[in-house]
């Protein structure tokens, strides 16, 4: 069965601290791996997509990685906007009509100043 | 704002009672999902529906149910409501041109307080 386990479960940072958030998954074979944010209240919002070990992509502090089990958010010099949940999630090769996306159940950030 | 509207933002209602989740996707959107979000369990996936086809189900209870219009609007039925039904509903969509995607829209959720 696909799972996503995401750690740690919630993290508190001085302001320009730098850390990595970890997201370690299990699927029948990655069609794609996926990083959200989360605001209190509110609907996740899509950050990036990760199709294969290898992978890097960057948006302004925020860069993810993967690997073949594993995927990290490495938070550069992180301000305090940047507190939110971060979910991971995976897609994986499974049958046309039952593949779904799997969410993990997030790290919580609070970046303090 | 990601495009995708939800209504009601928030229903109180008491057990037994049945109420209907709206959801508009982004303009152009064909795919819309239904995922429940409680504190203990994080976002659960209930179902997906694919230009008024239901596509992919996930742990939806016999007492919801779901359906996609013409205008490719959804409605979320959730019926005999229980205090454990209480959590935020969010409903997502997604382009979907045929291949699946996780690059959904999520809209800010309805939040569901059964008494």
């Known amino acids: 069965e696909d799972q996503v386990t995401q750690s740690p479960e919630a993290l508190r940072l001085q302001e320009g601290e730098s850390s990595s958030l970890n997201c370690s998954y299990t699927?029948?074979?990655?069609?794609?791996l996926f990083w959200y944010r989360q605001d209190p209240g509110k609907g996740p919002e899509f950050l990036f997509t990760?199709?294969?070990a290898g992978e890097e992509k960057e948006k302004e502090r925020l860069k993810a990685t993967l690997t073949k089990k594993e995927s990290f958010l490495h938070i550069t010099a992180p301000k305090p906007e940047d507190s939110a949940t971060y979910l991971c999630?995976?897609?994986?090769?499974?049958?046309?009509?039952?593949?779904?996306?799997?969410f993990g159940t997030g790290t919580r950030l609070q970046v303090f100043p | 704002d990601s495009g995708v509207t939800q209504t009601p933002k928030h229903l109180i209602t008491a057990t037994g009672q049945r109420v209907t989740l709206r959801c508009s996707p982004r303009?152009?959107?064909?795919?819309v999902y239904w995922y429940q979000q409680s504190l203990d369990q994080g976002l659960q996936f209930l179902i997906q529906?694919?230009?008024?086809?239901?596509?992919a189900k996930g742990n939806i209870l016999e007492r919801f149910s779901a359906q996609q219009f013409p205008d490719l609007h959804s409605e979320l039925n959730l019926s005999s409501l229980e205090l454990g039904d209480s959590a935020l509903y969010f409903c997502?969509?997604?382009?979907?041109?045929?291949?699946?995607?996780?690059?959904?829209?999520f809209g800010e959720g309805s939040r569901l307080t059964v008494l």
């Open positions: 999630a995976v897609l994986g090769w499974g049958s046309y009509n039952t593949d779904k996306l799997i």
């Open positions: 997502a969509s997604s382009v979907d041109t045929g291949g699946r995607t996780g690059e959904l829209f």
């Open positions: 529906y694919y230009n008024g086809e239901e596509r």
């Open positions: 990760l199709y294969s």
């Open positions: 303009s152009g959107d064909l795919s």
């Open positions: 699927v029948s074979g990655l069609r794609g």
